[in-house]
């Protein structure tokens, strides 16, 4: 199951707009598209891009967690989301790709809920700090005409998401890339717990909140890979610190061995350290 990442021109942002006004069964996942060839030298270490493989694969995307929450029948709120024009103090390339991964998923909540408004705004900063990563070129590419084909349908637009970056193999091709595509699925993980909570939070009805306590409990498997994957850069700073804090935070859900013994209480304290990392990587 692959993940992360979908931006392009700003040429498709202004068609992207109207994705929350048209929704058909047509597609066109199909259609081929000659697009430039990425001719950077494949230097990646196959141990580094196996282990990043194999924990991807054993990841639920994302953007798959956050069309879940849209089936809750919980109003769309673009309150929770970090602004579109925020200046987050991202003061280096890890930081930047997480705060890439944050917006991806707010871009995505946007998609789901069928606010092309908002998914305008967060495509625009998408394509912005992908380019100051030096990425947008390598999007573009990967999206061509495959997006453009598929505007008019969501769940298309939505699989297109899931699958740029992580899953290309012709992008991946140094451990430098493989390093920032995993700081970009950290951070989209990381905005998808926050939603989670937060949409678990408003919810009244009890069946619904259960729900939402179970969605969460879930994540104790996905975010022991995800840590995993993230232990192999413990010698970068950067990243020691969000995995010890997702270590953390996966400690917690693990204790409680069965969901039905997750109660308010402990939602309330895990919850509150997510919300507490999450902000600490957008200030």
Known sequence: MNKLLFATSISLSVMLSSCGDKT?????????????KDTTPITVNEETKFKFDFAIANIPSPVGSINELSSWGIDYNNGLLVDAKKQINATNEFSKAVVLGIYNIDMSYAMVNNKGEDVLKYMKTVVT??????????????????????????????????????????????????YTASAVFAGSWVESLYLTCKVTESITDAAAKEKGYKHLWDQRFYLKNLTDLLN????????????????????????????????????????????????????
């Not at 058909?24 to 430039?36: F, G, K, L, M, R």
């Open 24 to 36: 058909t069964e047509e597609t066109a996942e199909n259609v081929t598209v000659e697009t430039p």
């Open 129 to 178: 700090a992908s380019d100051a990563l030096g990425l947008k070129g390598a999007v573009d590419q990967m999206v061509g005409k495959r997006a453009e084909k598929n505007l008019s349908n969501k769940d298309s637009l939505l699989k297109i998401l899931d699958e740029i970056f992580v899953k290309s193999d012709s992008y991946l091709r140094t451990n430098e890339r493989v």
């Open 232 to 283: 192999d850069y413990k010698d970068k700073k950067e990243c020691a610190a969000l995995n010890d804090e997702l270590k953390k935070i996966h400690s917690e859900i693990d204790a409680i061995k069965d969901p039905k013994d997750l109660k308010e209480a402990n939602f309330k304290t895990i919850s509150e350290k997510i919300y507490a990392l999450r902000a600490s990587l957008i200030k």
